[in-house]
């Protein structure tokens, strides 16, 4: 099994004295100010916590936007910080950019055209040239910032992300030498979805700048060579999963991203949580009754109408669960700058007013909604061990790590998680997962109904084998993976 210590010997022996380098729009530390003093905080982002661990290993440095209100008062003059503040392990770099930019870059092209695209969840992308514009300026930025914290060293650059795709093409062809790999971490869509997008060549060929490219499942990777095959003059090598461009190879392969199940594990055994259980259950009104758990940010992908229609249906279909059931929904609000990210705001906070009036008694209501923004680690993990069974329902979605970090915090071997076939976690986890469809309300609801009453030996059986299979494949396996992969190229190309 791989572990920090693997993934540390491995970068230790194979990269030696490279220059390892991580490249997102998402910083993984956040300085704020409260009041006269700063805050360090960790962003609800998946990105950062999947790659935080990784970074620790490697001991390298991170270029991202810093956007924090304190973030310019922690750097030093070249405008860094060490990270962790508590016990450093790597610095992380900040790229400043102005509101225009990131209007038109973030909201505009990244959020606004590249998200709805590829998540192929019936919102309608929204190309604007002003935006693509900002979009390309932007990576510029970032790939000069890149280029001269490399100078004449030997390095690798690991660029992340729908941000940043112009960004390895631009580093490649300044400096060569440079081993440059991208993650893509939401869905990549079929050929004819694709094409709609007006900037579809100049996307395809910043991404072929990329040595390495990789996509949480095989499905994505295949689209991706499907898309450049109809697109561009060039060679797909379908044996190998290689594309060759003007003397130019990438691989394209599918690396699975997960978690540090063994860090959530323990984390989720420290009495602390017991405590804050305790506490949640004080300030929510909850007794003996059993608590079904989402966790997501507010954005229309995740099928959170979807989620809540169903919770609906499971009552009027199984009433005898009235004031048994409670179901804690926690939503992280996102992109609020957006027309698309108001509405499903607005529609969220209906469907739960609704329902709730439709279906409480007492001091009983069946949906508690959380803001996320106020909720801390501690909570999180609490709300996690207190549920029977956690709902991931997404419309589409590149992996979701909400369902192995559920999984990895359950040490008693219980709880049921509840999934979405078009999650990439499915992948790994639908043979023991109870899976449905979530534009399927009625099926939603008996998924539900079959959660709360599945006896606790098969809850058991269930769950010891999803921990299993998270646990073997990690985040530092993912890791290893991923860099031997890159030596891998790094020996053919020498």
Same mark, same amino acid.
């Given at each position: 099994?791989?572990?920090? +210590?693997?993934?540390?010997?491995?970068?230790? +022996?194979?990269?030696?004295?490279?220059?390892? @380098?991580?490249?997102?729009?998402r910083e993984p530390y956040i300085h704020e100010w409260a009041g006269d003093r700063i805050n360090c905080l960790k962003p609800p982002s998946g990105l950062t916590t999947a790659l935080d661990p990784v970074m620790h290993s490697c001991r390298g440095i991170w270029i991202a936007?810093?956007?924090?209100?304190?973030?310019?008062?922690?750097?030093? +003059?070249?405008?860094?910080v060490p990270v962790p503040p508590e016990n450093p392990h790597y610095f992380l770099k900040r790229v400043w950019l102005t509101k225009q930019e990131e209007d038109g870059y973030y909201y505009g092209l990244a959020n606004g055209a590249l998200w709805p695209l590829c998540h192929v969840a019936y919102t309608r992308p929204s190309f604007s040239e002003s935006a693509w514009s900002m979009y390309k300026r932007v990576n510029e930025v970032f790939a000069s910032v890149v280029l001269e914290e490399v100078g004449h060293r030997k390095a690798f650059v690991f660029v992340q992300d729908y941000h940043l795709?112009?960004?390895p093409r631009l580093i490649k062809e300044r400096n060569p030498n440079i081993t440059v790999a991208q993650f893509w971490h939401i869905p990549w869509p079929n050929p004819e979805v694709m094409r709609i997008c007006p900037w579809q060549e100049e996307l395809l060929l910043g991404l072929l700048g990329n040595d390495l490219l990789g996509f949480q499942i095989r499905y994505y990777s295949d689209n991706f060579l499907n898309t450049v095959n109809s697109s561009l003059e060039c060679r797909v090598d379908w044996e190998?999963? +290689?594309?060759?461009?003007?003397?130019?190879?990438?691989v394209v392969q599918s690396f699975p991203i997960s978690i540090d199940f063994a860090q959530i594990s323990r984390e989720s055994k420290q009495p602390?949580?017991?405590? &804050? @259980?305790?506490?949640?259950?004080?300030?929510l009104r909850i007794g003996n009754e059993i608590v079904g758990l989402g966790i997501d940010r507010i954005d229309y992908t995740k099928g959170l109408p979807d989620r809540l229609r169903a919770i609906d249906r499971f009552f009027e279909k199984y009433p005898r669960y009235a004031k048994q059931?409670?179901?804690?929904q926690v939503g992280a609000p996102s992109r609020i700058h957006l027309d698309s990210y108001k509405r499903i705001h607005a529609d969220v906070e209906t469907l739960v007013e609704r329902i709730n009036w439709k279906h409480a008694s007492g001091h009983w209501k069946p949906i508690i909604y959380l803001n996320g923004a106020n909720m801390s680690p501690l909570s999180i993990a609490a709300l996690r061990r207190m549920a029977r069974f956690c709902v991931v329902s997404s419309l589409h979605d590149g992996m979701n790590l909400v369902a192995k970090e559920f999984v990895a915090s359950r040490f008693d071997e219980d709880g049921v998680l509840i999934l979405s076939p078009f999650t990439g976690a499915s992948r790994e986890l639908a043979d023991h997962a109870l899976v449905v469809n979530p534009y399927a309300t009625d099926q939603f609801a008996d998924a539900l109904r079959q959660a709360v009453e599945m006896r606790?030996? &098969?809850? =058991? =059986?269930?769950m010891r084998i999803m921990r299993s299979i998270v646990q073997e494949n990690n985040i530092y396996k993912?890791?290893?993976? @991923?860099?031997?992969?890159?030596?891998?190229?790094?020996? =053919?190309?020498?």
């Open positions: 099994m791989s572990t920090r +210590e693997s993934l540390q010997t491995l970068v230790k +022996e194979k990269l030696g004295d490279s220059l390892f @380098i991580v490249v997102s729009n936007h810093g956007g924090g209100s304190a973030d310019r008062d922690v750097v030093d +003059e070249h405008d860094k795709a112009l960004v190998r999963h +290689e594309v060759c461009r003007a003397g130019h190879k990438t602390r949580v017991t405590q &804050e @259980i305790a506490r949640l259950k004080k300030q059931v409670v179901f804690v606790p030996r &098969e809850r =058991r =059986r269930r993912w890791a290893e993976d @991923i860099t031997l992969e890159l030596l891998k190229f790094q020996a =053919r190309t020498r």
